[in-house]
């Protein structure tokens, strides 16, 4: 993640802070997210870019922010709805289960051992030669 995305996310806070009842200013917000990498505050993450460049937003990260705001402002919130307050309804759409081979497997060369896969394989031709 880069520093310029932990900013956003630092407003995001502040809007669920909001929500809340509870008014922060700007510096206090990046202060908050400097727990998602697991840092104290904000000059903290300006020291050390590299724990923030290997940030994932996951559920760990947002505990780490869960704690800081149960702690600091006595708001409960469970990491995973941290993450999805920060996350924001784009990523609802990628956490859709992924398709496998939804049309079959795509032509070319494939090494296997398994005798089952290769009469499975060889099933699946047949009956695709048969339909078209």
């Known amino acids: ?3 310029q995305h932990l900013k956003l996310l630092a407003g995001h806070v502040r809007g669920l802070l909001q929500q809340s009842d ?3 200013g700007h ?3 990046l202060d908050l ?3 998602l990498p697991g840092l104290r505050n904000w000059p903290e993450v300006m020291a050390f870019p590299d724990r923030v460049a290997a940030l994932d937003l996951d559920v760990a990260a947002t505990s780490r922010l869960a704690f800081r705001l ?3 402002f006595e708001l ?4 995973q709805a941290v993450l999805a307050a920060l996350s924001g309804p784009e990523a609802e759409k990628q956490v859709q289960a992924p398709q496998i081979w939804p049309t079959g497997p795509a032509p ?3 090494v296997t051992t398994s005798q ?3 009469n499975a394989l060889c099933r699946a031709s047949r009956q695709a030669g048969q339909n078209a």
């Open 27 to 29: 510096n206090q917000s």
């Open 1 to 3: 993640m880069e520093i």
């Open 116 to 118: 089952d896969a290769i």
């Open 22 to 24: 509870r008014t922060i």
């Open 108 to 110: 070319g060369v494939y």
């Open 33 to 35: 997210v400097a727990a």
């Open 76 to 79: 409960e919130l469970s990491p």
């Open 70 to 72: 149960k702690k600091n």
